[in-house]
Structure formats: structure tokens, C-alpha cells
């Protein structure tokens, strides 16, 4: 049975930090890319960014560039995103997935807000 489980959310203020993990299980974690996406209030959600399983190479979303790091630890099938210089408009649900696995947690919710 395929978990994602989300976790390190909170309430931070503008300029700060925070890093994200999602743990996952009852698939190859190793063999697959990973993704983190989020949902704005009233939005669709959005690719932020990508992590490959081949050479771990990654690609983000034009707004958190130079920002957000996404990494990954395979031994303990945890996808991460490190998130600093946070800004209102990141205020969002945050959802990992995996490549070609129609299933997504519950996600973790990030307030930006002075």
C-alpha cells in the first residue's frame, strides 16, 4: 500500500525557513522521481520541484529558484524540500509524489505571514 506522509509545515514569517520532508513506503522509493507540489488558497495546485531517481538531478518552479532545494535520501525514502526566504505568495498545502503513482498524502500546510 503506497504512503506519502508530509510533514514539517507551520506558521513562519516572512524571510524564514522551513524544510519539509515526506516519508514514503510500499513502493520503489529509490527507482522513482519525486515531486513536491502545492495548493494556494483558490488556486490549481503546481509543480514547485522535481528530483530525478537516476542522478538526482532537480528542476524547480520559476518563483522558488535560488530559494527552495529539493533533496533526497534513498536509504530512508525521504524526499525533502528546504525552503528559505519564504514570502506570502509560498503560503500553500505542500504534497509530494511519486512518478507515475496516481496517489498523494494528505500534505503539510505552509502560512507565511508577518
Known amino acids: 500500500q503506497v504512503q506519502l506522509v508530509e510533514s514539517g509545515g507551520g506558521t513562519v514569517q516572512p524571510g524564514e525557513s522551513l524544510k519539509l520532508s515526506c516519508s514514503a513506503s510500499g513502493f520503489s522509493f529509490s527507482t522513482h522521481w519525486m515531486y513536491w507540489y502545492r495548493r494556494a488558497p483558490g488556486k490549481e495546485r503546481e509543480l514547485v520541484a522535481t528530483?530525478?531517481?537516476?542522478?538526482?538531478?532537480?528542476d524547480y518552479h520559476a518563483p522558488v529558484k535560488g530559494r527552495f532545494i529539493i533533496s533526497r535520501d534513498n536509504a530512508k525514502n525521504t524526499v525533502y524540500l528546504q525552503m528559505d526566504n519564504l514570502r506570502a505568495d509560498d503560503t500553500a498545502v505542500y504534497y509530494c509524489k511519486a512518478r507515475d503513482l496516481d496517489f498523494w498524502g494528505q500534505g503539510t500546510q505552509v502560512t507565511v505571514s508577518s
Open positions: 528530483i530525478s531517481s537516476i542522478d538526482s538531478s532537480v
